[in-house]
């Protein structure tokens, strides 16, 4: 009865609004499939066409039976080796239906035609040349772009509506994602088709334990009615976007070029943006072979797509052992019986939560399928033999009672569970960015010997430090970390971010202080954020509790005396005339500037109300170039989609807004 939690009732109402009804399978022979991929070769071609759907609508509703790999490579090709000629493979797979009205999409938005090898690629090359030649065309004159395939939620914005794919000829309009905030990658509407993302880096930080996968997240952009307020933060952060085709960083070259590199070529373009790849898209750019070639019912013909297949390994569980973080959330890592996957030996996995260890029989013994592709980190795809899961009940660094919240187990000891104030000290550390000596090993050091609050560590003493078995040296140098990080000047954001409060990073501090006084902050409502615009209402909940937990703490380091540079508030900026084309805009500066010093120059684009950032991101706004700048850094800010502009460009831009 436990496997049929695989195929469950989320599962059924993804089926049900997508006008899917079962009639040649039931539960029992979906979850046969799901957990033995080699039976769909025993199942009748109507099972089989009937799962393809099943799965397909799951997939692209956020909640997949299977991977999409496996979707390719497994079930589609037994089709294919079947019936290469049935209506299947020839119409556009709909997407889930989402609410709202169907409407005609302003032109086709077809499947592409996908291909696994570079054999196959090379044929369809062969295939282009033809038909230039065909029309009397020059082959040596031809040109092919190559694009990264975003694995994301497909659309397309006319600039008055953003439409789901459907049908490919009938979607939804689901333009309520922009007046969510999503933004447009390159910034304007009207850009055509292209893909709902999200951050890879910004999704394992701060959603991986909220949402089991990515297109889980991006569905929940488009379906709920009031967002999750995680799901508000990462549009806030501009960690998730639509990111238009057109606006898609690319390789561009002739079909010699592209044979004798295919390779590498291939490489380059898959690592190009920070997304979800799963594969590449070549495509002819001459508009006299496109129009001549056309397209079937299916897909374009001047158009291809190169899915490389996820590299694989069967690995057995040693065992699962329960990790507590700093936030109390207890992590199950599976120890595995070692196997080299792309090249590098792979000796643990991360499940996501315990309700999914539980759900899927990840315990000691389990025989489980760990897929990596190019260099994402390697997640558990499936579990192939079940066992029986060892589910904590306390926690492994305090040996409290666990509590159950949604799936995930959590520790309330705060304050009193050492791994949750080892961790919390780190982080502190760690995000100052002043302070060298404070690693684990140091704070380890000092928890053992009854130091346990940031104030405490503050309040040490070189004596206090040798007695608990440091160096002189050492001694000296951490004491003197110490006293640097409270005098050198340090951003009031960065200050209160170090206390990491939950929903509370970098950007949401910095724009939090760009409303509200630091010394104001623990006075703040609920309604106080929410008039104010600066978080919505679940998230802003989430906040001020824990402000409140960690106001005691804040109030006495704070007292201690640091350094600290106020954040300008909009009111101020807007009375001082200083709202500017940055304002609200995350920059890098680069290389040496003629202007001034690079510091002075950040300082005075936060006058401005801009947020500054030292590494190129997918939530870079601009790149800002003096002298003597690294190719790499424009090459890689380019590849993001982030506007890179010189330092002449960047003080046009701020001209009038610049105080003498």
Known sequence: MKQKKIFNQDHRTILKRSGIILQTLNDEEI???????MYVSMISDDKLIEFLRVANALYRGGKPIISDADYDSIFLAELKKRNPKHEFLTSVEPEAAFEGAKVDLPVPMLSTEKKTSKKEILFWLEGIEKSATDIGLNVNELRVHVTPKLDGFAAYDDGRCLYTRGDGRRGTDISRVFSRGLAVAGGKRGRGAGEIVVDKEYFEKYLSDHFENTRNFQSSIIREKTLDPYVDEAIKEKAALFFPFSEMPSWEGSIDELRNRFEGITEEVWNYVTYDVDGIIFEVTDIR???????????????IAYKTNMEKAIVKVISVKPQTSRSGRVTPVAELEPTKLSGVTISRATAHHYAMVKEKGIGPGAIIELVRSGMVIPKIERVITRAKPDIPDKCPSCGSHLIWDTDNLICTKVGHCPAQIINTIEHFFKTLRNVDGFGLATIDKLFENGVKTIYDI????????????FGEKQSQNLVSELLRSRTQSLEDWRFLAAFGV???GHVSCEHLLQHVHLDNIFELTSEDITRKKIFAKKTAEIILKGLQDIRNEFERVKKLGFNLERTKLFSELRKEGAISPITGKQIIFTGAMKHGKREEMEKEARLLGAKIAKSVTGRTDFLVTGEDVGIKKIETAEKKGVRVITELEYLDMIRGYIKK
Do not use: V
């Not at 979850?31 to 991929?37: A, D, L, M, T, V």
């Not at 072979?289 to 158009?303: A, D, I, N, V």
């Open 502 to 504: 939950h929903r509370l």
């Open 289 to 303: 072979l496109k129009e001549y070639m056309g397209s079937t019912s299916h897909h374009h013909r001047w158009q």
């Open 458 to 469: 503050y309040m040490l003493k070189e004596d206090d430090f040798k007695g608990f078995g």
């Open 31 to 37: 979850i046969n499939i799901i957990n033995q991929p």
